[in-house]
């Protein structure tokens, strides 16, 4: 790809104070992203587009660009929005979600996918939006490298799999959670800018490459430390999750039976349980319970 020889450098997914996990004030990450040579950032707070609108705002005053973002959790699965500038609902099936953000002018990516133990779009889900042509025209991307999986080798596969039999573009992310970890992983593309970076999307003409590493200890460690002074600041109470979402993010269990649309599941995203293969079990979405 030699249109990438001289190209611009975007982490494409980074999480802020705004969110309720991020440990790093929006300063911070766009100090840190031009200090790194990083072109364009996206901020992608779970459910959250308060940090992201902050970013634009600040930009201008560290040279960077910023494409306001959220990581969606679709009932299927995160979900990267980019270019969006308002909150899209999280809960939703996978395809009424890409519907609200092309709805919102924006693009989506999925990150991490099939990744253990993370809410995480399965491949058979993402096959099934990509059957659609308004929704394969929105999500454009897969995360092939995430800068924080600890356990991170199957989504990785699951990643370079789909790029090559769909087409997708490959996104690089850090999904930081802490300032060491800002441009871990990267997503190269053609120009500087965050509209030349919506054309490479677009035309499926980006490479994600990792630029630098951190051990899964040191990584976990260091969010643990920063988080600590974050909820000490804030008065020894842990972060609230979303406005948007109900139910307490320190319920952990409640995250754990993500891969709602798990393996031997072969019904699209929300399916009834009419679409999925005889011998096969459908998937455990709220719209996919068998017919009483
Ligand atoms: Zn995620
Ligand atoms: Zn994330």
Known sequence: MNALSACG????????????????????????????????????????IAGALVALELAPDYNVEVVPGIEVSTAD???????????????????????????????????????AG????????????QREVGTARTLVGIETLNGSLLFGQRSRRVARLLTHELGLAQVGGSDAHSVAQVGASVTQF??????????????RLTRAVATHTMAAPTIVADWLLRYSLRCAANGLKLPRYSPCR??????VWRLLPAQRSGPGCFGPPGCSARHAAPGRRPCHTRECQPAR
């Open 246 to 251: 109900r139910r307490s993010p320190t319920r």
């Open 118 to 129: 993370i809410h995480s779009l399965s491949r058979e889900a993402i096959y099934w939006a």
């Open 77 to 115: 699965g995160h979900l990267l929005a980019l270019y969006v500038r308002h909150v899209i609902p999280p809960g939703r099936p996978l395809l009424d979600t890409l519907q609200l953000i092309r709805q919102a002018g924006g693009l989506a990516v999925a990150p991490h996918p099939a990744a």
């Open 9 to 48: 450098s975007a982490d494409l997914h980074l999480h802020t104070t705004y969110g309720w996990d991020g440990t790093a004030a929006v300063s911070a990450i766009l100090r840190t992203a031009a200090e790194r040579g990083l072109n364009v950032v996206a901020i992608t707070d779970h459910d959250q």
């Open 190 to 203: 053609a120009g500087r800018s965050a509209a030349d970076l919506h054309r490479a999307l677009e035309m």
